[in-house]
């Protein structure tokens, strides 16, 4: 999953075109108030109790399939016929779906409380243009990749504590 993370962003940028594909495009800036944070430290992510880790990895992965499916969406208006990059997005939403499906079944495993799916996604900030569809879709890919990361990271501390 990671490896694909990183394709579909490197696939993303190369897609958009200047400045987007450009060798030092950076927008460390660009932000979405309605994606999970990517901002907590690791010493505090690494001191939460298991349940709170899953619970917060499991509603980041709801979040991220229906963010997946608004940047596929943009996709289908800004790149129709885009098929690499749209099949990407939409294999990355179905993967970020099972994901959270897999964390649930995890949770009730484990005997914690499941969180409840997202409710449906409302409007997500950054505007309308085809420039800031394309800086929403880049800042989806991008935090995605994060908690990416992240949740492989931790599923694999996981399996070790548990396998014990």
């Known amino acids: 999953m990671q490896m694909q993370t990183s394709t579909l962003l490197q696939t993303y940028l190369q897609h958009q075109g ?11 800036g660009l932000s979405l108030t309605t994606l999970p944070p990517t901002d907590m430290p690791f010493e505090i992510w690494h001191g939460l109790e298991d349940g709170v880790r899953l619970s917060l990895t499991q509603e980041a992965f709801w979040s991220f399939s229906q963010h997946l499916q608004l940047a596929e969406t943009d996709q289908m208006a800004l790149h129709p016929d885009d098929f690499i990059l749209l099949s990407q997005l939409e294999e990355a939403r179905l993967k970020a779906k099972g994901l959270a499906g897999n964390l649930a079944g995890i949770m009730t495993a484990l005997d914690l409380p ?51």
Request: net charge positive; with cysteine; aromatic share 14%.
């Open 114 to 164: 499941t969180p409840p799916a997202n409710s449906p996604l409302g409007t997500v900030p950054l505007g309308d243009s085809a420039f800031q569809r394309k800086c929403r879709g880049y800042v989806i890919i991008r935090d995605y990749g994060f908690w990416t990361d992240r949740a492989v990271t931790f599923l694999g501390e996981l399996k070790t504590k548990y396998s014990e």
């Open 18 to 28: 200047s400045p987007f594909n450009d060798p030092r495009f950076s927008s460390s």
